[in-house]
């Protein structure tokens, strides 16, 4: 690391319905939508997971290593899908709706990785 870059440190996020929730923004990652962590979410109740996360880079959290299943790897990469909608209504928001595309591709992506093909 050069001088004055700061180290990575490891945070709390939450792990909810939407997403995991971490500094105002939601992130999701393979690792979470494999293991059905926004289904258990919305069966119980949200739970606190740490991710590893660096100063300047907003757009990618890392899920914490002892959190991580054996096969987790390189799915412990989370990306950003968007900051928390405001109290408006999500009718016609426009965060609201690429955050519900991008969460409908996860789903498709994780619909692929368990039949094969994306029906």
């Known amino acids: 690391m050069g001088v004055g870059a700061e ?3 490891a945070r709390p996020a939450w792990v909810t319905p939407d997403g ?3 500094g105002g923004e939601y992130y999701s990652c393979r690792l979470a939508v494999r293991e059905d962590w926004y289904r258990r979410a919305l069966m119980g109740e949200p ?3 740490q991710v590893i996360s660096q100063s300047g880079r ?6 914490e290593a ?3 299943t054996e096969q987790a790897g390189s799915d412990s990469a989370c990306y950003a ?3 928390v909608p405001q109290k408006a209504g999500p009718a016609g928001n426009p965060d609201v709706e690429a955050y ?3 969460l409908r591709r996860l789903q498709d992506e994780r619909r692929f990785m368990r039949n094969g093909s994306l029906i």
Not at 58 to 63: G, K, L, S
């Open 7 to 9: 180290e990575p440190v």
């Open 20 to 22: 995991i929730l971490f």
């Open 58 to 63: 907003a757009d990618r959290v890392y899920i």
């Open 100 to 102: 519900q595309e991008k």
């Open 66 to 68: 002892e959190q991580e």
């Open 81 to 83: 899908l968007g900051k």
């Open 47 to 49: 739970w606190m997971i």
